[in-house]
């Protein structure tokens, strides 16, 4: 099914430890970015793609790396995990031009816990 | 810098009554205007939009969301809930031609059958 595919879907990670969340869509989306989920504070943007090869920060990077090799794959790394990180992760998708019709689709979660 | 509020934090409803929860944005332009729904442990799923034309836009389940540009707002109703509803909805805005989303803290709706 096209959608957005993100992996794993839970991770325990020791504080110090790095590891890189994946994101993948078959739906030819310019458009890619991460978010994370964190009680009472909605949805905030880490970073954005707007194509292969062009990426940039957004509200909260700091922490992770990203890079656009493709279109279809956008992954997130956490350099040296930090409890602050521990949330729920987003990876989102949508079209460049076109976003008052499609809007977001957005992938299934990474729930990461930093111990 | 643009902004997003749902004012209402927790809502708490009995089944077969009315919602209506409040989005307010602040941006002087052209905006999209987006509801999303996230029920438990899924994933965010669009639930209506609006980006031109009739302020009054109808979405899935019975969901309608009405734009009223003199307030900056995009308040979310449905005119009898169920418990199937329960869940958390955030209010995003897309500003003309910029890249970005801005996504409200979001509500979580609570319906008791």
């Known amino acids: 099914n096209a959608g957005v595919t993100q992996t794993p879907k839970f991770q325990v990670l020791k504080t110090g430890q790095s590891m890189t969340l994946q994101c993948a869509q078959d739906?030819?989306?310019?458009?890619m970015s991460w978010y994370r989920q964190d009680p009472g504070m909605g949805l905030r943007l880490i970073h954005y793609?707007?194509?292969?090869?062009?990426?940039d920060q957004g509200e909260v990077p700091n922490g992770y790396n990203v890079s656009r090799s493709t279109t279809e794959d956008f992954p997130l790394r956490l350099l040296s995990a930090a409890p602050s990180q521990t949330s729920v992760y987003f990876c989102?998708?949508?079209?460049?031009?076109?976003?008052?019709?499609?809007?977001?689709?957005f992938g299934s979660g990474t729930r990461l816990t930093v111990v | 810098a643009q902004s997003v509020s749902q004012h209402n934090h927790h809502v708490i409803l009995s089944e077969a009554a009315s919602l209506e929860l409040g989005c307010n944005y602040s941006y002087g332009g052209t905006v999209n205007l987006f509801w999303y729904v996230q029920y438990p442990g899924q994933h965010l799923q669009l639930l209506l939009k609006y980006f031109s034309g009739d302020p009054l836009v109808k979405g899935i389940k019975g969901f309608e969301a009405e734009f009223i540009k003199s307030k900056f707002s995009f308040n979310l109703r449905k005119p009898s809930v169920q418990w199937s509803d329960t869940a958390e909805y955030f209010c995003?805005?897309?500003?003309?031609?910029?890249?970005?989303?801005?996504f409200g803290t979001g509500t979580s709706l609570t319906v008791i059958p």
């Open positions: 995003a805005v897309n500003a003309g031609t910029g890249n970005q989303f801005y």
């Open positions: 793609s707007v194509g292969a090869g062009i990426t």
């Open positions: 739906m030819n989306h310019e458009y």
């Open positions: 989102a998708s949508r079209f460049h031009r076109d976003t008052g019709a499609y809007g977001y689709t």
